[in-house]
């Protein structure tokens, strides 16, 4: 009840091509759902977030698509570019309880965008 | 303004040795977390703070100890330190109220031999 499932592990884009990354949960309190990027060597930083009350969100060539009742969440990266690459995390945030304090993370997605 | 920042940024330590990490930040955030980064495994959190001189076990607890004295410390600490815990170690921090934003620091990659 508490995973975040995404998928794939990893992932080879062309350069101007379309990434997109998916992630599942099943627990339909979570309330906030963002995605992190981390290049190597680096810690994760926040690139783009949702709310469950929205079924899209749009910040430059990064899009959020929310499906509530299937309760799935997706990052689709357009005109992908080498810069791009890096590891994406999802993950979702429970607002009951101690869970308040936590974010549920997804295991990854190495992207690796080609010239 | 810094943001978070981790020390030492690598140790190699030898098993049963004792070493503690240390994460400092600037902007005065009320919560924050230690995890370790394992390929394959996302991030999972060992420990977290909810404000000064609090701390509550997260996922992976076990064979680790943590203490926040000062608000803008928190210390993540290997008693007798087990192969099973080279990692890569993150301390994150965020405000209690608004945006729900995690800042990280850089990472602290441990080796334990």
């Known amino acids: 009840q508490q995973q975040v499932k995404q998928s794939p592990q990893s992932l080879i884009v062309q350069k101007g091509g379309i990434s997109i990354i998916n992630c599942a949960y099943e627990?339909?309190?979570?309330?906030?759902f963002p995605w992190y990027q981390q290049f190597p060597g680096k810690g994760p930083a926040l690139l783009i977030a949702?709310?469950?009350d929205v079924s899209e969100k749009k910040e430059g060539r990064f899009t959020i698509s929310f499906n509530k009742s299937a309760k799935q969440f997706s990052l689709h990266i357009m005109d992908s570019q080498p810069g791009d690459s890096a590891t994406y995390f999802c993950?979702?945030?429970?607002?009951?309880?101690?869970?308040?304090?936590?974010?549920?993370w997804g295991a990854g997605t190495k992207l690796i965008i080609k010239p | 303004n810094a943001g978070v920042t981790q020390t030492p940024k690598f140790r190699v330590l030898k098993t049963g040795q004792s070493m503690t990490l240390l994460c400092a930040q600037d902007m005065n955030h009320e919560y924050m977390y230690w995890y370790r980064q394992d390929p394959g495994m996302g991030l999972r959190l060992i420990h977290y703070?909810?404000?000064?001189?609090?701390?509550a076990k997260g996922e992976v607890p076990d064979g680790y100890n943590v203490s926040r004295l000062k608000k803008q410390n928190f210390l993540l600490g290997l008693e007798s330190a087990a192969p099973s815990q080279t990692s890569v170690y993150f301390c994150?921090?965020?405000?209690?109220?608004?945006?729900?934003?995690?800042?990280f620091g850089a990472g602290s990659r441990l080796t334990v031999l």
């Open positions: 993950a979702a945030k429970n607002p009951l309880g101690d869970s308040n304090y936590q974010l549920i």
């Open positions: 703070s909810v404000g000064e001189g609090t701390t």
């Open positions: 627990n339909t309190a979570f309330d906030y």
């Open positions: 949702i709310r469950p």
């Open positions: 994150a921090s965020r405000l209690l109220s608004g945006a729900n934003v995690l800042t």
